[in-house]
């Protein structure tokens, strides 16, 4: 069993930046992929960004250049840096992995971007 509690949410300005964490617990196999999606009021959840245990990563287009997703192994957490917010990025972003044919999910955190 895994759990992922997400933080690093809250309220910037166009243009700003915001680093989102995901902090992992349980265990964890050697083959995965972990992810953070996002939900905007009246929209389907969508994937921003996903990143494979073999390092290979994948953007939806509307961050590519902008977002970034890592991680740091020895903390067992995962990461989304934000830069360049647009208000069009405003949703609850949410953490997620995909192992062995399971799906686990963060509670999530919410993401506002206005002036």
């Known amino acids: 069993q895994v759990q992922l509690v997400e933080s690093g949410g809250g309220l910037v300005q166009p243009g700003g930046s915001l680093r989102l964490s995901c902090a992992a617990s349980?265990?964890?196999?050697?083959?995965?992929?972990m992810g953070w999606y996002r939900q905007a009021p009246g929209k389907q959840r969508e994937l921003v960004a996903q990143?494979?245990?073999?390092?290979?990563?994948n953007y939806v287009d509307s961050v590519k250049g902008r977002f970034t997703i890592s991680r740091d192994n020895a903390k067992s957490t995962l990461y989304l840096q934000m830069n360049s917010l647009k208000p069009e990025d405003t949703a609850v972003y949410y953490c997620?992995?995909?192992?062995?044919?399971?799906?686990?999910w963060g509670k999530g955190t919410l993401v506002t971007v206005s002036s």
């Open positions: 997620n992995i995909d192992q062995d044919g399971m799906n686990y």
């Open positions: 349980g265990t964890i196999f050697s083959i995965y992929v």
């Open positions: 990143l494979a245990n073999t390092g290979h990563t």
